[in-house]
């Protein structure tokens, strides 16, 4: 059988002793799909990982799992349910205690709420978005949001939590530690016609 999904895992070196546990929860989805670890073996960041990988994407929707989280079982036929042409299906997410987070910043552009990069998207428009943007030092995930919303992908919000979000990585660590980063999320904010109030 063909697959639908491809899962695009990006990994640092940092994360290679986790990967095999995102690699599992893949294969074990109830329908099967593709999988794409790339190894960043220079550390030249999850963007440029994720639009490494998924040049070799073939199935027509594709999603990207970090490597140090997990996806839950019916995480790709749940949200190929609720896929619809010209649309990426993004939901909550559990942390590693079983607790559920929602998203919960509201941007206007974006719909009612902020989608997070582990969400389902149609693989032609996003080689045609071009991908990450692999010279921001962060919150290129934000930046690919924001691009796809802007040039017309509608954002379906499925109220489920349907993976696992370990948010103590050393890459989001060094992130929120930087001075800049509100300044710079911000930034990406703005130049795709949002503002901040």
């Avoid at 930087?178 to 300044?183: C, H, K, M, T």
Wanted: net charge negative.
């Amino acid at each position: 059988m063909t697959s639908i999904v491809t899962v695009v895992i990006p990994c640092a070196p940092h994360h290679e002793a986790l990967v095999g546990r995102a690699i599992a929860s893949v294969q074990q989805q109830t329908i099967p799909c593709d999988i794409i670890p790339y190894f960043d073996k220079e550390g030249r960041g999850a963007g440029y990982a994720r639009n490494a990988g998924a040049r070799d994407c073939n199935t027509p929707c594709i999603t990207f799992l970090d490597a140090d989280d997990e996806l839950l079982p019916t995480f790709v036929a749940d949200c190929l349910a609720a896929y619809e042409k010209g649309s990426f299906v993004y939901t909550p997410w559990e942390m590693g205690n079983g607790r559920v987070c929602y998203p919960d910043e509201k941007y206007p552009l974006l719909g009612e709420y902020i989608p997070h990069v582990t969400s389902l998207f149609p693989t032609e428009a996003f080689k045609a978005l071009g991908g990450f943007d692999e010279d921001l030092p962060g919150d290129e995930d934000f930046d690919f949001l924001m691009r796809a919303v802007f040039h017309g992908l509608c954002p379906i919000y499925l109220n489920r939590p349907l993976f696992v979000y370990h948010k103590d990585g050393q890459r989001s660590k060094d992130w929120l530690a930087r001075p800049d980063a509100n300044g710079i999320h911000k930034m990406i904010y703005e130049r795709h016609g949002g503002k901040r109030t």
